[in-house]
């Protein structure tokens, strides 16, 4: 068999390839359809002219009449193609002579079938060379009516051009300069050329189908022509175009091998065509495989890295957001898209969304009632059953062409589902659902290069999907679970804050103490030295006086700043609580009289005696009764008074001490009880905070936190009762322990 027509075959081989790929993949829609029938005429017509070229002079008429009417299926069958492409829906209505020339173009046809001697006069065939004379007005008639149709369809496309945007345009594109230089070859060698009386060029025609498959296929791959999902892999199209650039080549080498031949003879163009192959071929591959590389697969992304660098992200970003902003990050990378957004839903239909950092507008708040989100919320489980359509990915592109076939919606969905699509410039919507549930989307943008999305990228958007599904949910529960960490961490810290407070306060407190002791000490020293000198009238002495009170009174400040930061535990010792308060009125009695303050005391008859720090006891005494004198600085009333409870066998409520609660408890109530100015309402929770005062120059705040720190390492309690201007009552209640041991503090 001779190399041409080898590669006749070879080309009717790849055209009945694209067929039915064609076929296959675009379904009942009539473009497809008789795209397909278009292709598949190519296709019979190379293997015609095979045939013709390997058929004996018996057979040759016959595969002759083969090429001629496959030739006139082309015709008619680009025809319906290009006058319904891109929307059969939409498609004006036919004008006379088109709809008269489509259907007696193939009437011609088959009556030149039924009667040969219409279209050829003579045929003769000797060795390869071929001798036909046509019968002129048929022949010509065959020819402009199949230059007409052709004619007439690019007529149609053009309009369409000029008509569409977008994506369209491009298809509209590859399929005129595909298909255009396809017919414009074809015809010339197989139409116009023999027209003029040379039918020996008449095989070259069908190889310049190969540019048609090349387009095609590129916009089938690139821009989704006549919506055929295909998933191409790069092996279909790198041998689809491999083998199509080799027949080219092959077909050059002939031509050469023939041209050489009627010059220089046989041997010389042998030569010649073995030298353009062996030195073209290598070349033209790798020339072929960079181009394929570069228009093809140009930036086309590598799925195992972006899903193996995404399950690294999965599995070190625990914190949701930056979860979300790193993935579409890398989305956005990967995709080479403008933009990407993540959304995530959380449990209590709370939303979180992040961007990819290449986005030009701010990122809009997202809630759940927009319509993308309910959309897809509405598939969770119990809807789901029954819509399983929508768990689809949305293209924004499906839903403006209404093309969405799969999946069921009606139009008022689609155009709300267009419009927020439009807003977020969002070409696509991959829902994340994880068992069942529906909790994020991803949204991304446009490719940059222009590109649509491939089937192949919406395959690996699933995956995609399925997997940060997984991560979403594992960073919800990372956040539920940070967040109780967190409100146990604060809780803790303000009780750590607090102890950390209190120790350094205690430290500072201890040293500065110690520091004011000694030069108070010389202070006091001095100052009563002078005032024994001093004789009874010297001026100074009133002076020197108040020096000594302020000197004083800076060493009880001391000594309280003292007690508060000292962590002793608790002198034991047996004594008697009426007379400890009756000894430490004493030391207070004279002050009393001064400021014009009545002592009640009223004490319980047979008050046991309990084991008590009793100098610390006194601080507290007189750390309240200090308080009651202050708070009366015009005189009043002070009532002492000492109570025991649950005593001659009465029962009492338990009082305190939660690790007795039920049992009746022996306990002795101290009460002290001014006529005072009481305490505001709002400063009773703080009274017995560290330096909480209400006096602002002379006050430091710490008594009361000392007496409170004093009665509870005795395993007693101190309560206040105060109304503001109605006086005030401290009660101190102290248990009285039946063994004779207090507990260590
Ligand atoms: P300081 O006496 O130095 O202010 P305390 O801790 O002893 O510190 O008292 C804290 C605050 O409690 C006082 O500033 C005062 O406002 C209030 N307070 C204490 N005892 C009385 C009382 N008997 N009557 C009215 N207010 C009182």
């Not at 013709?52 to 016959?62: G, P, V």
């Not at 082309?74 to 088109?98: E, Q």
């Not at 940060?468 to 919800?476: L, P, Q, T, W």
């Not at 700043?561 to 009426?578: C, Q, V």
Request: net charge neutral.
């Amino acid at each position: 068999m001779e190399t041409k027509t080898v590669i006749l075959f070879v080309t009717a081989a790849l055209n009945l390839i694209l067929s039915l790929i064609v076929y296959s993949r675009g379904g009942r829609n009539p473009i497809t359809r008789s795209y397909a029938a278009a292709v598949l005429s190519v296709a019979a017509w190379a293997f015609g002219h095979g045939m013709y070229a390997l058929a004996d002079s018996q057979s040759s008429l016959f595969w002759f009449y083969f090429t001629y009417v496959a030739g006139a299926f082309i015709a008619y069958y680009f025809f319906n193609f290009a006058r319904i492409f891109p929307n059969p829906n939409d498609t004006p209505s036919m004008l006379l002579p088109a709809r008269l020339l489509s259907i007696g173009f193939p009437l011609l046809v088959f009556a030149g079938l039924l009667a040969p001697h219409i279209l050829i006069k003579s045929f003769t065939r000797s060795g390869s060379g071929t001798q036909v004379v046509f019968v002129m007005p048929s022949y010509f008639f065959y020819s402009v009516g199949f230059s007409l149709l052709m004619g007439w369809g690019f007529f149609h496309l053009l309009i369409r051009y000029r008509e569409s945007t977008g994506r369209q345009k491009m298809q509209i594109r590859y399929v005129v300069a595909g298909t255009g230089i396809a017919a414009a070859f074809g015809s010339y060698f197989n139409l116009w050329l023999p027209w003029m009386g040379d039918t020996s060029l008449m095989w070259l025609g069908p190889h310049f189908s190969l540019f048609m498959i090349g387009f095609i296929s590129y916009a089938i791959v690139k821009h989704r022509l006549m919506d055929i999902r295909l998933i191409l892999s790069r092996t279909i199209v790198y041998s689809l175009l491999l083998a199509s650039t080799l027949v080219l080549y092959t077909m050059l080498i002939l031509l050469a091998q023939q041209f050489f031949q009627d010059r220089t003879g046989y041997t010389t163009s042998l030569v010649i065509g073995s030298l353009l192959i062996a030195l073209g071929f290598e070349p033209l591959k790798r020339l072929f495989q960079k181009t394929t590389e570069k228009v093809f697969f140009r930036g086309e992304m590598d799925p195992q890295r972006l899903l193996g660098e995404l399950s690294e992200t999965f599995s070190i970003v625990r914190d949701l957001n930056n979860l979300l902003k790193s993935t579409a990050q890398q989305l956005s990378n990967a995709f080479r898209t403008d933009h990407t957004i993540l959304v995530a839903l959380m449990d209590h239909g709370e939303l979180s969304a992040a961007a990819s950092g290449n986005r030009a507008t701010p990122l809009p708040s997202f809630s759940i009632d927009l319509p993308l989100i309910k959309y897809y919320d509405s598939a969770a489980p119990g809807h789901y059953l029954k819509m399983p359509a929508k768990r689809e990915i949305l293209l924004q592109e499906e839903l403006s062409e209404n093309q969405h076939s799969s999946v069921l919606m009606d139009e008022g969905t689609r155009a709300n589902l267009l419009s927020v699509m439009e807003q977020l410039q969002a070409s696509v919507a991959v829902p994340i659902f994880t068992k069942d549930q529906f909790i994020g989307l991803i949204l991304l943008g446009h490719k940059r290069s222009g590109d649509s999305f491939f089937p192949a990228d919406l395959k690996l958007l699933e995956i995609v999907s399925q997997q940060a599904g997984v991560a979403i949910e594992n960073a919800c529960l990372y956040q539920t679970l940070q967040q109780q960490m967190e409100e146990l961490k604060r809780s803790q810290t303000q009780q750590l804050i607090q102890s950390a407070k209190l120790a350094s306060i205690g430290e500072l407190a201890t040293s500065v103490a110690h520091e004011i002791n000694n030069p108070l000490t010389s202070i006091l020293g001095f100052t009563t030295l002078l005032l024994d000198d001093m004789g009874d009238h010297d001026p100074h002495k009133k002076d020197l006086r108040i020096i000594e009170s302020e000197a004083l009174r800076s060493r009880d400040i001391v000594r309280n700043l003292l007690d508060f930061a000292r962590k002793r535990g608790i002198k034991k010792e047996m004594a008697d609580i009426n007379q400890l308060i009756q000894k430490t009125l004493n030391l207070l009695r004279h002050q009393a009289e001064i400021s014009n303050i009545v002592l009640k005391e009223t004490y319980a008859a047979d008050l046991p005696t309990i084991i008590v720090d009793a100098d610390q006891l006194k601080q507290v005494f007189i750390n309240l009764m200090k308080n009651a004198f202050d708070a009366m600085p015009k005189g009043g009333t002070l009532t002492v008074t000492t109570l025991a409870h649950g005593f001659d066998g009465i029962a009492t409520q338990p009082v305190f001490g939660e690790k007795e609660h039920g049992i009746p408890r022996k306990i002795i109530e101290i009460r002290f009880q001014d006529t005072g100015e009481g305490i505001a309402k709002e400063n009773i929770p703080k009274i017995f905070d560290s330096f909480f005062t209400t006096k602002e120059e002379v006050g430091t705040g710490l008594g009361l936190a000392v007496s409170y720190g004093i009665i509870e390492r005795h395993g007693g309690r101190i309560e206040v009762f105060s109304d503001l201007g109605a006086g005030a009552e401290f009660v101190i209640k102290l248990p009285v322990k039946e063994e004779a041991t207090l507990p260590r503090s």
